[in-house]
């Protein structure tokens, strides 16, 4: 079964462009979970421009309460600063259940590519190694057109892979997903041959998910931050978390 993990950096930004606390994360976090969310995800950027440390702070504490997975999103080898005590600090201090290693800069607007599983194999053997040992599931974003070089994540130590869904939401938009699926189907079939599990995210929404999901198989978390938050200005957070559980549900 698919599991829902809403990513929650689009109301930390909402939040951040005004000051103070309104929108509030944690409330916002559980309304998803009351709505039937199975997890949280967050990307503490270091420039603090989503979800910051006390965000990060507070749902790890909500999430265990509840009993869901938290899923901490960042790149492993970003400067620490003012603010930010870098990825595996953090991970350190509120032990996430799931890791989730994304190659980003902060000149990047969002997450935009996978790693390279060749040419970052060195550096990220490291990383996964020591959260690994704090308890922490691990995936590494990834491309689709990675091909045999997704072996390489399980290689390192990896649990899983997390595929950057993009170019499959580009490509439903354009009319032409028959070869964008394709393309996302072998590469779950790769991974899964390798021994790692598959997730997805990244412009997933409830236009493209369900088609998604029929095409690639045994997904076992989506995680869906920009599109169901743009939603739920329209249609209420706790409806559109309600419609993307019953998408993943099939």
Known sequence: MTRLSVNLNKVALLRNSRGGNDPDVLRAAISCLDAGADGITVHPRPDARHARTHDVLALAKLCRARGVEFNLEGNPFAAPRAGYPGFLALCERVQPDQATLVPDGDDQLTSDHGFDFIADAARLREPVAALKQMGCRVSLFADADSGPALARAAELGADRIELYTGPWAEAHAGG???????????????????????????????????????????????SIGHALIGEALYDGLAPTVARYVQIVRG
């Not at 072998?186 to 598959?198: D, H, K, N, S, Y």
């Not at 412009?203 to 029929?214: E, K, T, Y």
Request: glycine content about 10%; cysteine-free; aromatic content about 4%.
């Open 176 to 222: 032409d997903a028959e070869a964008s699926l394709a393309l996302f189907a072998e590469a779950a079939r790769r991974a899964q041959e390798a021994g790692l599990g598959v997730n997805a995210g990244h412009d997933l929404d409830q236009a493209n998910l369900g088609a998604f999901l029929a095409g690639v198989p045994n997904v076992l978390e989506v």
